[in-house]
Structures are given as structure tokens and as C-alpha cells.
């Protein structure tokens, strides 16, 4: 699926089904909200934390909850992500083209 493809399947979604956006203010709690359930997930599936009995390994679904979030501040809020995303892409590329290579600290272990 398409950047543009997700926009409109979630718009879609929506007015189908949710009836109408949350403002954007109590979408950016929900967001906050979702990375921090992701945030448990990988503490609890990569870091030192156990999964607490009852949790469960969804990395997958806390992932595209955040992607939900984010997609739909994204629409409400008039941001073509596919746009965005190419412009992201070239500001790095150009802050970024050589900074990583000459870092030491993530260079590969010779």
C-alpha cells in the first residue's frame, strides 16, 4: 500500500466508521499514547524488562496504531505524507551524506 493509498483508506475509514476525526490536539495524546505502548513492547521484547503476565508480544499492531495516529493528524491537519517524506529524505541526504560514515562510534567492527 501507497503513503497516499493508507491517507485516503484511513479518511475513508473514518467517515465510515469513526463518524468524524478527534480534534487534533486529543489525536496528538492518542499518539503519545501509542508510543508508549510501543515503548513497552520493545522494552519488555528487546530491552531488560519481562512481559508481565497478561501482556502480549504485539509489536506489529502498537506499530500500526502509531501509523493510525499519525496518518490521521496527517489528514486532518491538510500533510500529503508522501511529500513530506520525499522532502525528509532530501534534507537528510543532504545534512546527513557523509556524518554517518565518518562517525566512529557505528563504524562495523574490522
Known amino acids: 500500500m501507497e503513503i497516499k493509498e493508507l ?5 475513508a475509514w473514518i467517515k ?5 476525526y478527534f480534534n487534533e490536539l486529543t489525536n496528538m495524546a492518542i499518539l503519545t499514547e501509542e508510543v508508549g505502548e510501543l ?6 521484547k528487546y530491552g531488560e524488562q519481562s512481559f508481565k ?10 506499530m500500526a496504531d502509531v501509523l ?25 541526504t543532504l545534512r ?4 554517518h560514515k565518518n562517525n566512529p ?4 567492527a574490522q
Open 7 to 11: 491517507q485516503e483508506k484511513v479518511d
Open 16 to 20: 465510515s466508521y469513526g463518524v468524524r
Open 39 to 44: 515503548a513497552r513492547v520493545m522494552a519488555r
Open 53 to 62: 503476565e497478561g501482556e502480549k508480544d504485539n509489536l506489529e499492531d502498537e
Open 68 to 92: 493510525w495516529v499519525l496518518t490521521c493528524l496527517a489528514n486532518q491537519t491538510g500533510v500529503d505524507l508522501t511529500q513530506a517524506m520525499e522532502k525528509n529524505f532530501a534534507k537528510k
Open 96 to 99: 546527513d551524506e557523509k556524518r
Open 105 to 108: 562510534k557505528i563504524q562495523e
